[in-house]
């Protein structure tokens, strides 16, 4: 039996001004998580103070006006825009009678509604249970203590207890599950590392226009709202560049700001995408007035996730709400592209986003040695890329198909004997990864593999 208050979703609002902080923007940001929540807002309670009061949080003045508010309004839930201590929440709900939560556990309540994937759920639910573990007493308030007497009598253990290890061992068993995803992750980016397929994550404060412009470029359709955290999942889907046939697109989850560590620690699965970028895209809202806070504060979690070091193009996206917005590129002193003013909604900018990114990736690829000639054939270093036409049998189909799911195929033939040839573009390591392959022969490069076609079709089905 549990002697916390019930729930419900008409709630009263609670802020605190601090000497120091933009209030203002961080109550209405609070105003936008709670609306995301399906929170029917009821009233707002507002106070001043210069430290947090150890018992409510709030003064004994404020609660006490704070409870009134609630009994006039019929509120069922209390929502305050801090992160309250265990003891003031449990403090807070016996003194309002009625249920309380701080910014930490209605940022949790949204990403449990959000999460569609088996993975996004093992994540929500890690996060959930790390913030529960320290709050079970104020569930379990009439079990705190042993009982005696004739058949009260325990194994030694208060329920309490138990929940807290029943607790640790879902934890334990949900780390395993996400490390189990996080080594599929890892073995997927070396299998696009290895077919040399660069990827490009979207990041940015949440809300910014990430899936909208996601769908934009990739026409994935996958859902985009004008709320915050609207995406949890990182989706990946093929990005067409001019010239750059191996690009990935990735959308992440957007960040905001005091996002708890232990939130960022259950979603580092998800935030590997990032850290593992080629390019990250900084999605910006160009008409938020308070755009730079929320760019320290992303640039701030890019440094929790080591990606801070990471190439970097700042996306102004919305600029069809500006009076002058004007789709355009912003360059520094070297000439590289620095800034790209765009409209995800209506698709101006799009063109020039696309351009800023061809050139930042052929950067790259220089500074790592990697060339291409005249003629479209790729040369490089031992980390460089190369141009082959493989020559396959029937009973390399599984090689064939790794292939394809690499996407190093640029272009496929079959001959009169069921046998395969690919013109392939892949890195010195895999290239001789492949020369090992039974039923795989390496005929040449890209250029001379179309120049042997008239013969490779005599080929006859001999062991390679």
């Not at 950067?363 to 493989?390: I, Y």
Request: aromatic fraction near 4%; charged fraction near 30%.
């Amino acid at each position: 039996m549990l002697d916390r208050p019930q729930t419900g979703t008409r709630a009263v609002l609670v802020h605190l001004d601090f000497p120091s902080g933009r209030q203002d923007d961080s109550l209405a940001e609070f105003a936008e998580l709670a609306d995301s929540a399906g929170v029917e807002v009821l009233a707002l309670v507002r106070g001043t103070c210069r430290q947090p009061n150890p018992r409510y949080f709030i003064g004994a003045g404020k609660a006490g006006e704070l409870r009134e508010t609630v009994a006039d309004q019929g509120a069922e839930l209390v929502l305050v825009n801090h992160d309250l201590t265990p003891v003031q929440e449990r403090n807070l709900e016996r003194f309002l009678q009625c249920r309380v939560v701080d910014r930490t556990g209605l940022i949790l309540d949204i990403f449990a509604q959000r999460a569609s994937t088996f993975e996004g759920k093992l994540q929500v639910e890690l996060a959930q249970l790390q913030h529960l573990s320290t709050r079970l007493v104020r569930g379990w308030t009439h079990l705190e203590r042993q009982k005696g007497g004739i058949g009260l009598r325990g194994p030694g253990e208060t329920q309490l207890e138990t929940d807290r290890r029943l607790i640790g061992r879902r934890i334990r068993q949900l780390h395993k599950r996400l490390e189990k995803v996080r080594r599929q992750r890892e073995l997927q980016r070396v299998s696009r590392q290895r077919a040399a397929v660069r990827t490009v994550a979207l990041v940015g404060y949440t809300n910014t226009g990430k899936s909208t412009l996601f769908n934009r470029l990739t026409g994935a359709g996958i859902h985009a709202a004008d709320q915050l955290f609207a995406t949890l999942d990182p989706t990946l889907r093929r990005f067409p560049l001019p010239g750059k046939e191996n690009v990935v697109l990735a959308d992440t989850v957007g960040f905001i700001r005091d996002l708890p560590h232990h939130l960022v620690a259950a979603f580092r699965a998800t935030l590997e995408e990032t850290e593992s970028a080629t390019l990250l895209l900084h999605v910006i809202d160009a008409h938020d007035e308070g755009r730079r806070e929320r760019m320290a504060q992303v640039n701030a979690v890019l440094a929790d996730i080591h990606a801070q070091r990471l190439p970097q193009i700042e996306v102004y996206n919305k600029i069809d709400l500006l009076p002058d917005g004007e789709p355009r590129i912003d360059r520094d002193a070297d000439g590289m592209p620095r800034r790209v003013w765009l409209s995800a909604r209506s698709g101006a900018g799009l063109d020039l986003l696309c351009r800023a990114v061809v050139e930042c990736l052929s950067m790259q690829e220089r500074e790592n040695g990697f060339s291409t000639d005249a003629h479209g054939d790729a040369h490089g270093d031992a980390h460089g890329l190369v141009r082959r036409t493989l020559h396959l049998l029937p009973r390399a189909a599984r090689l064939r198909s790794r292939l394809f799911q690499w996407q190093v195929v640029r272009r496929e033939r079959v001959n009169e004997q069921g046998e395969w040839l690919l013109d392939v573009e892949v890195e010195q390591g895999v290239l001789r990864y492949l020369e090992k392959q039974q039923g795989c022969r390496v005929l040449g490069t890209g250029r001379e593999g179309k120049a042997c076609d008239a013969w490779a079709a005599t080929l006859k089905s001999a062991s390679c």
